[in-house]
């Protein structure tokens, strides 16, 4: 009898089923295709003589393996980026010729993703993928976090923490459980709107913080803005130009929106930052936030499960501001091409939601360097402080 190991899920993980070839942003596109060891050496020794000589041809070994049980090999990606295993049904030809005991940890595992913290297994699902997020969003009800025993198969460990070892003596970090459940409590306490629940923890852990690092203050110059809206077009604009969306992003479905928010707010256009904010103002006022009355439990369910995979608010490091810091820029960077959505389209609906989610995560969570740097950048702006969040979220 396969050993059961007790699992903390969200409760929304329970009945996911990936729908292959159904899928429209398969994640069988766009990324490169990691093989561990085990499941590299056995693709050469494979009596299946046809599928060896693929192999032979589509795989590499690796030679900036970060971890022998993850990325040991890769497949080679063909030009229109698809993995080449691909069949004309979008179905992976390994599993269907060989099994699924020839999948790599990576494929087999995909889009779930496991943490251990302080020795019990967690388990929850990647938002790059399109179908987890339906599962995510396909109640209105509070996600809530159970308990079961599962057979563990084939899995990579995203993250191991032990939140009481000595080395967090002097880190907050040694407070992480605490600190996440409250979060995850603030959030989804509805007897405000989003926005405020959003707010009201920004002040909680900028205190939680400042109490913690005793001689460290956050107190800057003030920002000088001429208005929420003017600023917020200037550095999403900013911050879509240092993507480089239209050289060197893979996914057709961030060019595509993209697109919809240049034209939306006239971004590119040789016009003043005043108009083009005055066309996000409207989108905002006129479509988004009705929109958000009505659904605001989508997002609430995005950052609840962001902070529950992310080990919030220790999502980018030790520092439980930067964690809070970068999930609201996260939100506020969807939240803006939503609303130029909404400019070109005259209204949002749920799947724009599902959509934009996933593909924001496929492409700035998963991309390498895009929000280190902006961090860095925030930072060295002095930006990681309440002020810069109030002007973000308002
Ligand atoms: S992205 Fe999700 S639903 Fe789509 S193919 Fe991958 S696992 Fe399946």
Same mark, same amino acid.
């Given at each position: ?82 993995? *080449? ?25 995909? *889009? ?177 936030? *009705? ?21 919030? *608010? ?81």
């Amino acid at each position: 009898m396969k050993k059961l190991t007790k699992i903390i899920i969200p409760s929304y993980v329970r009945g996911f089923k990936c729908i292959g070839g159904e899928c429209e942003d398969s994640c069988c596109t766009g990324w490169d295709i990691d093989i561990d060891k085990i499941t590299y050496r056995k693709y050469f020794r494979t009596k299946n003589a046809d599928m060896r000589k693929e192999f032979v041809k589509h795989v590499y070994k690796n030679e900036n393996c970060d971890c022998e049980e993850v990325d040991y090999g890769k497949v080679r990606i063909n030009e229109s980026k698809r993995c *080449p295993f691909l069949d004309e049904n979008r179905l992976c030809r390994i599993y269907s010729n060989l099994g699924e005991d020839y999948l790599s940890n990576v494929c087999y595992s995909y *889009p779930r993703v496991y943490n251990v913290l302080d020795g019990v297994y967690e388990l929850s699902l990647f938002m790059s993928c399109p179908e987890a997020i339906r599962r995510l969003v396909a109640s209105r009800e509070a996600i809530r976090f159970v308990e079961e025993e599962m057979a563990l198969e084939k899995h990579i460990i995203n993250s191991y923490i032990e939140s009481k070892d000595k080395r967090w003596k002097k880190s907050a970090i040694r407070r992480l459980k605490e600190l996440r459940s409250l979060s995850i409590e603030m959030i989804q306490n509805r007897a405000s709107s989003l926005q405020a629940r959003l707010l009201k923890l920004g002040y909680k852990l900028e205190k939680i913080s400042l109490s913690e690092s005793k001689n460290k203050s956050r107190d800057n110059d003030p920002i000088k803005v001429r208005s929420n809206s003017i600023f917020q077009t200037g550095f999403f604009k900013d911050a879509i130009e240092s993507l480089q969306v239209f050289s060197e992003i893979d996914s057709p479905f961030f060019v595509e929106y993209t697109k919809k928010v240049i034209s939306g707010f006239r971004l590119m256009e040789d016009c003043p930052l005043e108009e083009k904010s005055q066309l996000y103002e409207e989108a905002i006022k006129n479509i988004f936030e *009705p929109f958000m009355r009505e659904n605001d439990y989508l997002f609430e369910h995005y950052l609840v499960n962001s902070m529950f995979q992310g080990n919030f *608010p220790f999502t980018e490091n030790q520092d439980m501001f930067d964690g809070y810091l970068m999930l609201v820029v996260r939100y506020a960077f969807i939240r803006f091409y939503l609303a130029g959505i909404a400019a070109v389209e005259g209204k949002i609906t749920t799947e724009d939601v599902v959509m934009m989610i996933q593909t924001h995560t496929k492409t700035v969570d998963h991309h390498k360097t895009f929000i280190y740097d902006l961090l860095q950048d925030l930072k060295q702006k002095q930006f990681d402080n309440m002020e810069f969040i109030s002007i973000l979220l308002g």
